[in-house]
């Protein structure tokens, strides 16, 4: 596994929800940024995107009738909730760390900028990007991959409740494969649900690895900083 550097990392906002399951947990945020900034004072470049799902599920909003630019509009802010949480938490654990935002929210977040999100991430400031890309209808994995393309980053870890992907869901069925390797084209014809379509497809047009791994694991700060050979890669042949 090489060992990537300057690297984005995406969490679905669950992870910051703790045992309650919803909301923000301030517990679990101030050990999640604990892990943060060992990876960051290990010498790595982070950014990271939080995805808003602790906070709405759209699913359930559109049970109800509520359009879906709507439910986008409430997820995006959900998602620089989240953002903030992580940013504070660093802080108390003595990193820099600062959130931009996709949507103008001066003075809470700054405008994503790329060559202000470049200069941060160089001078050791950890970069959460809120607000997804600022538009409906794209999830928080495309805007992950969109901000890793920009940036020229060395990959995207995907951090999930599972060490990687299988060809079907391993808590449902035994029988479930695991695939250490896939490339872009087959991740995307086999639709592997981990990641969307569009977030593969950017990924695969700037040549950007994808890192599938279980942030459950004890040990996956440490899988991060080793490059520990764990996990599903998605890249080219």
């Not at 994503?112 to 928080?140: C, D, M, Q, W």
């Not at 869901?169 to 490339?183: H, S, V």
């Not at 497809?201 to 942030?215: D, G, L, Q, T």
Request: aromatic content about 8%; proline content about 3%.
């Amino acid at each position: 596994m090489p060992k990537f550097k300057r690297i984005l990392l995406k969490l679905s906002g669950e992870v910051l929800a703790g045992e309650q399951h919803h909301g923000i947990d301030f517990a679990t945020v101030r050990d999640f940024a604990g892990n943060l900034a060992m990876i960051r004072n290990a010498g790595f470049e982070l950014s990271i995107v939080i995805g808003g799902g602790n906070m709405i599920r759209g699913r359930d909003a559109l049970n109800y009738g509520i359009d879906r630019v709507s439910i986008d509009g409430i997820g995006m802010l959900g998602t620089v909730m989240n953002a903030l949480a992580v940013k504070s938490a660093l802080e108390v654990a003595g990193v820099p760390a600062q959130v931009l935002s996709a949507v103008g929210m001066y003075p809470i977040a700054e405008l994503y900028n790329r060559e202000r999100a470049k200069n941060l991430l160089s001078s050791g400031h950890v970069v959460i990007f809120g607000a997804g890309t600022g538009h409906p209808f794209f999830s928080t994995d495309t805007a992950a991959a969109l901000r890793a393309s920009e940036l020229g980053l060395d990959c995207v870890i995907k951090g999930t409740k599972v060490n990687g992907i299988y060809t079907k869901d391993p808590a449902k069925f035994p029988d479930a494969e695991f695939l250490p390797r896939l490339t872009y084209s087959e991740a995307i014809a086999r639709n592997i649900e981990v990641m969307d379509t569009a977030a593969f497809a950017i990924c695969r047009e700037n040549k950007i690895p994808v890192w599938v791994m279980s942030i459950q694991d004890s040990d996956w700060v440490k899988n991060i900083v080793e490059g520990a050979d764990i996990g599903t890669i998605v890249k080219e042949d």
